[in-house]
Nanobody, 124 residues
Framework: QVQLVESGGGLVQAGDSLRLSCAAS????????MGWFRQAPGKEREFVAT????????YYADSVQGRFTISRDNPKNTINLQMSSLKPEDTAVYYC?????????????????WGQGTQVTVSS
């Protein structure tokens, strides 16, 4: 079992930056790949970014490439999502997710554990 708790969401203006964090517990953290997904009102949940267990591989959705950066601190069992140049269309509930393997994935159903989500609202 892996427990995930997100933090760092809030209300910001377009162009601002925001940093989300996800604290994990329950398994050897460096052996599990992690990801961020988001769900906007009235839309399906979508992939944002993923990072391998070692942190050596990252992959982003086209919509956030160059603006968002995913990172992890394995000794602290946390991952972060640094978001910059935020746009109103980035408004969503952001979810942290963990796989039962060290290999990254952009596919939602390949993740085994999910956090409760944190709201990010970007005003224009």
């Amino acid at each position: 079992q892996v427990q995930l708790v997100e933090s760092g969401g809030g209300l910001v203006q377009a162009g601002d930056s925001l940093r989300l964090s996800c604290a994990a517990s329950g398994r050897t953290f460096s052996r599990i790949a992690m990801g961020w997904f988001r769900q906007a009102p009235g839309k399906e949940r979508e992939f944002v970014a993923t990072i391998s267990g070692s942190g050596g591989y990252t992959y982003y959705a086209d919509s956030v490439q160059g603006r968002f950066t995913i990172s992890r601190d394995n000794p602290k069992n946390t991952i972060n999502l640094q978001m910059s140049s935020l746009k109103p269309e980035d408004t969503a509930v952001y979810y942290c997710a963990a796989r039962g393997t060290m290999y990254s994935s952009a596919t939602e159903f390949e993740y085994d554990y999910w956090g409760q989500g944190t709201q990010v609202t970007v005003s224009s």
